[in-house]
């Protein structure tokens, strides 16, 4: 238990009230806190700007081009994420697709999204218990903190801090609260695919083992080292995955979903 002086704790039940609408002082704390995390984002961010100028350009650039396309602008074109996506397709493994999708997955994620009727569309969206849009806001974050951690790539905490945010993001949040519950309303589109592909083999359990916290890196950094579920009775089962398998895959979880937010969010 915290234990507070009873100056302290006065100022922060006059806070509640004064400030907060006459919040109690465990509501009052936490919103205190939020607020010094949210300034403390706020600073990194005008750091960041300070003292790599081009990159955050670069940031504002893409960031423009994502509203633009979440407004709806018109002649829609994912062909730079089509692109990218087609290198994950020399992965160890990848999602048995036709060629013709392969060479446009993001494009034809979003169009099969897009052509759904307003029932299928409708369900689509509920199913997914966060709005797309916040979703769409979230990765926005990841990927301005991605460019933070690509800037410091020289201090091993940061590079570390990020490899355990695009694990988590990659093959837990999309996967679970975005992939399988858009899959299920239809099973025959690409992005269902491409969800099946993350819900089985090892990415099942590099997923359950990224959730339970069974994995550290391989001595030599080429990967990492992770621990199944095991029988009953019986020990935990190790694997390992390859840096390029990791990479490739979290770029094929997080490629695809854009594809499908896009889309999401046009249909609002």
């Given at each position: 238990?915290?234990?507070?002086?009873?100056?302290?704790?006065e100022q922060?039940?006059r806070?509640?009230?004064e400030?907060?609408?006459?919040?109690s002082a465990d509501e009052?704390?936490?919103?205190?806190?939020?607020e010094?995390?949210?300034?403390?984002?706020?600073?990194?961010v005008?750091?960041?700007?300070e003292s790599?100028p081009?990159?955050?350009a670069?940031?504002?650039?893409e960031a423009?081009?994502?509203?633009?396309?979440?407004?709806?602008?018109q002649g829609?074109?994912?062909?730079h994420?089509?692109?990218?996506?087609?290198a994950?397709?020399?992965?160890?493994e990848?999602?048995?697709?036709p060629d013709d999708?392969?060479?446009?997955l993001?494009?034809?994620?979003h169009e099969?999204?897009t052509?759904?009727?307003?029932t299928l569309?409708?369900?689509?969206?509920l199913s997914?218990?966060v709005?797309?849009?916040?979703?769409?806001?979230?990765?926005?974050?990841?990927?301005?903190?991605?460019?933070?951690?690509?800037?410091?790539?020289?201090?091993?905490?940061?590079v570390?801090?990020?490899?355990m945010t695009e694990?988590?993001?990659a093959?837990?949040?999309?996967?679970?609260?975005?992939?399988?519950p858009?899959a299920?309303v239809?099973d025959?589109?690409?992005?269902?695919?491409?969800?099946?592909?993350?819900?089985?083999?090892?990415?099942r359990?590099?997923?359950?083992?990224?959730?339970h916290?069974r994995?550290c890196?391989?001595?030599?950094?080429?990967?990492l080292?992770?621990?199944?579920?095991?029988?009953?009775?019986q020990?935990?089962?190790?694997?390992?995955?390859?840096?390029?398998?990791l990479?490739a895959?979290?770029?094929?979880?997080?490629?695809?979903?854009i594809?499908a937010?896009?889309a999401l969010?046009?249909?609002?």
């Amino acid at each position: 238990m915290l234990s507070v002086s009873d100056e302290t704790r006065e100022q922060v039940l006059r806070i509640g009230r004064e400030e907060f609408g006459g919040a109690s002082a465990d509501e009052t704390v936490r919103r205190l806190v939020r607020e010094h995390w949210q300034a403390a984002a706020i600073a990194a961010v005008h750091r960041y700007s300070e003292s790599d100028p081009q990159g955050w350009a670069d940031y504002l650039a893409e960031a423009d081009k994502f509203e633009r396309v979440r407004g709806r602008e018109q002649g829609v074109s994912l062909q730079h994420l089509d692109n990218q996506l087609l290198a994950v397709r020399a992965a160890s493994e990848a999602p048995h697709l036709p060629d013709d999708v392969w060479r446009c997955l993001a494009t034809t994620i979003h169009e099969e999204i897009t052509g759904l009727d307003d029932t299928l569309t409708n369900r689509l969206r509920l199913s997914v218990l966060v709005p797309p849009e916040r979703y769409a806001e979230e990765l926005a974050a990841f990927q301005a903190w991605m460019d933070i951690a690509q800037a410091n790539a020289n201090n091993p905490a940061i590079v570390r801090a990020q490899v355990m945010t695009e694990l988590y993001v990659a093959f837990v949040w999309l996967r679970d609260s975005l992939m399988k519950p858009i899959a299920a309303v239809d099973d025959q589109t690409t992005f269902a695919a491409v969800e099946h592909f993350f819900s089985s083999g090892r990415r099942r359990t590099l997923r359950n083992a990224i959730a339970h916290g069974r994995w550290c890196y391989l001595p030599n950094f080429s990967g990492l080292e992770c621990w199944a579920k095991p029988g009953c009775g019986q020990p935990h089962e190790r694997f390992e995955i390859s840096t390029a398998d990791l990479e490739a895959w979290q770029l094929l979880s997080r490629g695809t979903a854009i594809a499908a937010l896009l889309a999401l969010t046009e249909a609002a």
